[in-house]
C-alpha cells in the first residue's frame, strides 16, 4: 500500500478496495505538526508540507527549489477607506494613498514577499473575469503590474485636496490568526504622516467571533482599517456583491462588510447585467466583470495591497503537483515513489 503523509490536521482517508492507478496513494494521512513540520518532512516523516510558516518559506524555495509550489489564493488582502468619512471622501485623498503606499513593503513585513503578490486590485487572480490594472504606480504599463508608489503624485494629490492636518484613525482587527503584524499598521501609519495627516493605529477589541467591530458599524464612523476577503465561490460576484454594491451597506451594524460605505446604482446595474449574463454567456460576463473591477480601482473604493499565495513543498518521493484556484493542491492526484 502506498501512503502519502501530510503535516497538517489528524484525519486519515482510505479507499478499502479501490484500486488506485499506479503510483498513486491509495491512503492518505493527515497529521498535526504545528512545531516541527519541516523537520517532518527533512527527515522523511511526512511527505507533503502545507502552509509552512512564514518566517521559514525563503529558506525553503532556496533550499528545495525544485520540490516547493507557490500558486495564487483567492482572497485579496486590503486597506478600506471610507467613502463618506473625512478625509477618505474626497477621491483625491483616495487615489493618493494608492499611489503612496509600497505594496512591496507590506508584502515583505506579511511574513514572505514571495507569498504576497501585489495589486492595485480588489478581484483575485483566481477568477474569471480578472485582468490584471493597476494606475496607481510609478510609470504605469499595459501589463497592469504595480512596480514602486509614486509619492510625489500622491504628495500632489493630498496638497489640492485641503485635507493636510486632518487626523486619520487605522483600524486593525486583532489579535486572531491572519491580522496583520503591528509592524505593517506602523508602516501605513508613517505613510499616512508623510502625506501630511496626523496619523494614529488603534487595535480593536471589541470585534466578535464573525464581525469586525467598530470597523463594520458606519455609527463609529471608521475612517480606514486593515481588512481581508477570501473567497466563498469562484466568482467574481462573490468579491464584489457582499462587499461594494449598495444593498451590501448595512448602515449602523457590526454585521455590515461594505465598510468602504460605497454605492453607485449605474455600478450596481452592471453588477446585477453580469450576474444575469453569467449562465448564458460566461465569456461576456466576465469581460463585464473586469471593467466593473477596474471602474472599482478607479473609484479607490479600496486600497488594494496583494493576493496572497499557496505554498506546498513536496518531499522528493512524490509528483504530479495539480493545483486547483478553490481546492488547492489536490491531494488525491499526488503520487509517490
Given at each position: 500500500m502506498r501512503r502519502l503523509t501530510i503535516a497538517l490536521l489528524v484525519m486519515v482517508l482510505a479507499h478499502p478496495g479501490f484500486a488506485q492507478p499506479a503510483g498513486f496513494p491509495d491512503r492518505i494521512v493527515l497529521k498535526a505538526a504545528p512545531s516541527n513540520q519541516v523537520a517532518a518532512l527533512e527527515h522523511g516523516a511526512a511527505d507533503v508540507l502545507l502552509a509552512p510558516p512564514l518566517e521559514?518559506?525563503?529558506?525553503?524555495?532556496?533550499?528545495?527549489?525544485?520540490q516547493v509550489h507557490i500558486d495564487p489564493a483567492g482572497a485579496t488582502f486590503a486597506?478600506?477607506?471610507?467613502?463618506?468619512?473625512?478625509?477618505?471622501?474626497?477621491?483625491?485623498?483616495?487615489?493618493?494613498?494608492?499611489?503612496?503606499?509600497?505594496?512591496?513593503?507590506?508584502?515583505?513585513?506579511?511574513?514572505?514577499?514571495?507569498?504576497?503578490?501585489?495589486?492595485?486590485?480588489?478581484?483575485?487572480?483566481?477568477?474569471?473575469g480578472y485582468r490584471p490594472y493597476c494606475p496607481y504606480t510609478l510609470d504605469p504599463s499595459p501589463s497592469g503590474s504595480w512596480t514602486a508608489p509614486d509619492l510625489a503624485k500622491a504628495e500632489r494629490l493630498v496638497a489640492g485636496s485641503g485635507t493636510r492636518g486632518n487626523k486619520v484613525t487605522l483600524l486593525l482587527?486583532?489579535?486572531?490568526?491572519?491580522?496583520?503584524?503591528?509592524?505593517?499598521?506602523?508602516?501605513?501609519?508613517?505613510?499616512?504622516?508623510?502625506?501630511?495627516?496626523?496619523?494614529?493605529?488603534?487595535?480593536?477589541?471589541?470585534a466578535p467571533s464573525a464581525g469586525l467591530g467598530d470597523l463594520s458599524d458606519s455609527s463609529k464612523r471608521p475612517q480606514i482599517g486593515w481588512f481581508t476577503w477570501f473567497q466563498d465561490s469562484p466568482t467574481p460576484s462573490n468579491f464584489i456583491e457582499p462587499l461594494l454594491t449598495c444593498r451590501s451597506f448595512v448602515p449602523r451594524s457590526q454585521d455590515n462588510l461594505n465598510i468602504a460605505e460605497f454605492c453607485s446604482r449605474r455600478i450596481d446595474a452592471q453588477i446585477a447585467h453580469a450576474v444575469a449574463l453569467q449562465a448564458r454567456d460566461p465569456a461576456a460576463a466576465n469581460e463585464l466583470w473586469s471593467r466593473i473591477d477596474h471602474e472599482l480601482v478607479d473609484r479607490a473604493t479600496w486600497v488594494p495591497l496583494y493576493n496572497p499565495r499557496t505554498v506546498t513543498v513536496l518531499a522528493p518521493r512524490v509528483g504530479n503537483y495539480k493545483y486547483h484556484p478553490f481546492w488547492n493542491v489536490l491531494l488525491d492526484q499526488l503520487w509517490v515513489r
Open positions: 521559514r518559506v525563503d529558506a525553503l524555495a532556496r533550499r528545495y527549489a525544485s486597506l478600506v477607506v471610507n467613502t463618506r468619512v473625512a478625509p477618505f471622501d474626497r477621491l483625491a485623498v483616495r487615489k493618493a494613498l494608492n499611489y503612496a503606499i509600497d505594496r512591496n513593503r507590506i508584502a515583505r513585513l506579511s511574513g514572505s514577499s514571495l507569498t504576497a503578490q501585489p495589486t492595485c486590485q480588489v478581484l483575485a487572480p483566481t477568477l474569471p482587527a486583532g489579535p486572531p490568526p491572519g491580522a496583520p503584524t503591528l509592524q505593517v499598521g506602523r508602516y501605513v501609519v508613517s505613510v499616512l504622516d508623510r502625506l501630511g495627516y496626523q496619523a494614529s493605529l488603534k487595535v480593536i477589541t471589541n
